[in-house]
Each structure stands twice: as structure tokens, then as C-alpha cells.
């Protein structure tokens, strides 16, 4: 056990004292109970409860996200400045990325930490230090070291209340994927080199978002498609660059979202078969999006991103636009007027996100306003002429900042 001392877990950890970064925490090999007390301790923050937000000093050099604020989901009861010990201090991440031994005390201290909690170096983990982490709130946890994964194990830390991750696990049994279905937060299993079907049913019976990377994967098969297709919220296929036609038709037999994030080549019939998908279909990275393409993914139903470029044609786009639902379309960086005409022309009711474009004029961005199927985001438009900014404002709901899709 090295000494406390040195690892900043002792002395005055109040507004002024000493201060835990993330290089700080990440070189501690080894904690004991007390240790570990002391250290989330020294991560706690005060909170203050500014309408229905969780306040905290952005000007504090630890760790933290949102820039130093927590939106706080809707309650029916007003909140009050006793509830803040409760919410927890999500602002600060404990980064124990040098930690390699997990003792049950340590676990159990570290448990009352509210904050996400990395501990990626860990090569394994007991089922009673799982037991006491399941207890953790307010806050992820990060595993992303284990390779392998226990069904006790996987069965307590579904009761975590916040993400879970273990990007390092190559495979999972089907008692642990049971486990983990019974989890109700994001998973992260980015590291899966082979998927069982029955484990592929299992984790579709997970109910917070599902992230897989499966570009390890030696084939993507239809069977394991379809039990994954069952999955009703957000659904990340990371990694997979193709598809079989059979697992393109399974795929498309879901309802959710579903996020293909790597897949770069589409035939006309797996186009046609994604179409039928029903929800959120993103498809960030497909090489070129031809007018058969485009008229398959024109009738899908529910939210849809794709890349264009500026070379495409305008038939593409009359193509897509016919989608009905918010569509966002990456990599248009030149709105002409005739093309604007087209884009003005969607009748989706639902939105229009352009967020890479940087060369509209003044003519484009008049006929863009007259768009009337929902938000039209373009980004930040102050990056544009004060008279193409002008134009773009007339839009009744135009968004400044934050895209939809």
C-alpha cells in the first residue's frame, strides 16, 4: 500500500485544498477502505439547485461534464436544496485507471461516489465487489479491462443505476447476457468478437441504449440481425462495415433506432429492405448514395441521417426528401438556390438538418425559409452573412445551435 500522502488522499480537501485531477487519481496502483473514503470524500462538490439544475463551480479544475451543470430529469415534487446530497455530484469523474485490485471495503466506499467511476485497468472483478458496486449511483461505471464477466457479476451490476461499459470482453456467456438484459441504463459491449444468436436475444431484451461494436466480427449473420432487430430503443452497430442481404431484410423488421455507423456500401435491395425499418436509421458513413438508393431510403418511416456531398445530384435529394420523418444530411457543404428549392420543397413534417453548410447566399437562404416541415438547423447561422442570417431567421422554427436528427 503506498503512502496516502502521495496520493492526495489525506488533508484539507475543502474549497482551496488539495485538488484530484485526472493524472492525479489515474496513479493509484492500490486503495484500502480508508483510502478510498478519503478519496470520495475529497471528489464530493457542494451543489446549489438553480431552477431544477444542479449548479456547480465551473471554474473548479476537476473533471467534469456539461460544463459544469446537470439538468435534472422532471419531477412531479418541486426539488429542494436538501435533495443535492441525494442527486449526487455527477460533475466529477473518478478516473482510477492505474486501480488493480478491487477489495469489497474499496468497492463498498467507492459505491457512495456520485459521479462516473473508470476503473479500466481492473483484469478482474469478484462477484461480492460487483454486489457492493451495484449499489453505485448517480454516475456510470467503466470496466473496460475485464475479459470476462461473471453471471453473478453481470446479475448485480444490472442493479447500477447509470451506464455500464466493458469494451475489453470478447465474448459473452448466455447466463451473463441474462444478467445484463435485466440492466435499465446504456451498455457498451464495444469489444464482442463472437455473438451467439440466443445472446444476441437476450441483450435485446436490455431496455436503456445498446452500443456494439461488432466490426470484429467475422460475418454479421441474418440470425443473429434478427434477434437484435427485436431490440426497441437505441440500438449502436459500430464497426460493421456490409451487410448480407439477409441480415439487411432482418434488420429491417425492427422498430427503434438504429445506428450503423461504419456500414459504407449499400445494394438497392438492402436499401430497400432498411426502409422498412420503423424509427431512427443513421447511416453516418455509406460511400455515395445513387438515385435507386436514394428513392429506397426516400420511403423509410421515422428519423434518418445520411452523407451527401456537394457533387450529388439534385435528383438524389428530391429522392430523399420524399422520407418522412426529421431528416439530417451530412456533408452538403453549398446551398445554391435551385438546390434550396428542392430542400424547401420536404414534406416530412418533421425537420431538415444540414449541419455542414458553409456557402449559402442570400437568394438560397430566402427560398430555405420558406421550408415548412418542421425545425430547419443549419447550426450556428451567424457564421453567415448578416443578410443570409437575416433570410434564414424568417424561418419560424429555425434552431441556431443544436441539430434534431
Known sequence: MPDQKSDGLTGDHSAGGSVLTRERTGAIRFLD?????????????????????????????????????????????????????TIGHYAVH????GLELLPVSV??????????????????????????????????????????????AAVALAGHGGELSFNKLRSLDLPAAIGLSRHAYD?????????????????ARHRGILNLDLGRLDAFPPDVAAALARFGGELHLHGIKALCDGAAA????????????SLRRLSVGQAGSLSNHVGGLLLHSLDGIDEP?????????????????????????AALIEHRGPLGISGLTTITPARAAILAGQRGL????????????????????????????LGDINRFSAETTAALRRHPLHSLDVGSV
Not at 461534464?65 to 430529469?73: F, K, V, W, Y
Not at 473518478?94 to 485507471?97: I, M, P
Not at 451498455?187 to 441483450?203: C, D, I, S
Not at 425537420?351 to 425545425?375: C, K
Open 33 to 85: 477502505a480508508a483510502s478510498a473514503r478519503a478519496l470520495v470524500r475529497a471528489a464530493a462538490r457542494p451543489v446549489r439547485l438553480v431552477d431544477g439544475r444542479a449548479e456547480y463551480d465551473p471554474l473548479d479544475p476537476v473533471s467534469k461534464t456539461c460544463c459544469g451543470h446537470l439538468c435534472l430529469e422532471p419531477s412531479a415534487d418541486p426539488l429542494r436544496q436538501d435533495d443535492a446530497d
Open 94 to 97: 473518478l478516473y482510477l485507471d
Open 107 to 152: 468497492a463498498r466506499e467507492l459505491a457512495r461516489h456520485r459521479g462516473h467511476v473508470y476503473l479500466d485497468r481492473l483484469p478482474s472483478i469478484t462477484d461480492s465487489a460487483a454486489a457492493a458496486l451495484g449499489a453505485h449511483r448517480g454516475g456510470g461505471l467503466s470496466f473496460n479491462n475485464l475479459r470476462s464477466l461473471s453471471p453473478a
Open 187 to 203: 451498455l457498451y459491449l464495444n469489444g464482442l468478437r463472437t455473438l451467439e444468436p440466443a445472446v444476441a436475444v437476450a441483450l
Open 250 to 261: 432482418a434488420l429491417g423488421s425492427g422498430r427503434g433506432s438504429l445506428c450503423l455507423k
Open 293 to 317: 438508393i436514394a428513392r429506397c431510403l426516400g420511403r423509410h418511416t421515422g428519423s434518418l441521417r445520411v452523407p451527401v456531398k456537394d457533387d450529388v445530384s439534385d435528383s438524389v435529394i
Open 350 to 377: 418533421a425537420g431538415l438538418v444540414l449541419e455542414n453548410v458553409r456557402s449559402i447566399d442570400v437568394a438560397a437562404a430566402e427560398i430555405l425559409a420558406t421550408h415548412r416541415a418542421g425545425l430547419l438547423d
